[in-house]
T-cell receptor, first 110, second 115 residues
């Protein structure tokens, strides 16, 4: 079971790039890394998923070093609407023990 | 695609009554559904995992007789909070997974308030 550790909170100004790092030192060989965004009183929303190296989609990039013991979610040019809690989730294909860590509360400042 | 609908979004009930929450995958078949509980400003806590047609697997500390989970079809799972008490008041969120290596897709949650 790969436990995750993230910073509790981060602040950023509008228009800046934000990088949120998640540590998962005991990640297993078949574990994927998935990031979610959650707004108050809503369910989490899928952002991006990766296994190794770099993944990019229309909203974010995910960087995973070779040892896979950490991952970094990169949000380009954040806006006020990106203020939310971001969670990284580590789990293998077919795994049912999908536990969330503390998440990172990102506050975007005008 | 990959939409999960959760109903109701908000419910208030009296202590001692039971409440049923529905979770539906609208455009995909979900072999596995997950139920989470979240307290204010806290992270999501996994309550149980259910696979279609089989009994749910509950996490340690979650009373299976109190939180009844039924996964009757590949698109529907229900959570029934039986004999609810004020301490059961919380935000309940379901999620569904289309295939073993696909990400979780979440419903919008149900705010339960027990008076």
């Amino acid at each position: 079971l790969a436990k995750t550790t993230q910073p509790i909170s981060m602040d950023s100004y509008e228009g800046q790039e934000v990088n949120i790092t998640c540590s998962h030192n005991n990640i297993a060989t078949n574990d994927y890394i998935t990031w979610y965004q959650q707004f108050p009183s809503q369910g989490p929303r899928f952002i991006i998923q990766g296994y190794k190296t770099k993944v990019t989609n229309e909203v974010a990039s995910l960087f995973i070093p070779a040892d896979r013991k950490s991952s970094t979610l990169s949000l380009p040019r954040v806006s006020l609407s990106d203020t939310a809690v971001y969670y990284c989730l580590v789990g293998g294909a077919g795994a049912n023990n999908l536990f969330f860590g503390t998440g990172t509360r990102l506050t975007v400042i005008p | 695609g990959a939409v999960v609908s959760q109903h109701p979004s908000r419910v208030i009930c009296k202590s001692g009554t039971s409440v049923k929450i529905e979770c539906r995958s609208l455009d995909f078949q979900a072999t596995t559904m997950f139920w989470y509980r979240q307290f204010p400003k806290k992270s999501l806590m996994l309550m149980a995992t259910s696979n279609e047609g089989s009994k749910a697997t509950y996490e340690q500390g979650v009373e299976k007789d109190k939180f009844l989970i039924n996964h009757a079809s590949l698109t529907l799972s229900t959570l029934t909070v039986t004999s609810a008490h004020p301490e059961d008041s919380s935000f309940y969120i379901c999620s569904a997974r289309e295939t073993d290596d696909s990400p979780l897709h979440f419903g919008n949650g149900t705010r339960l308030t027990v008076t």
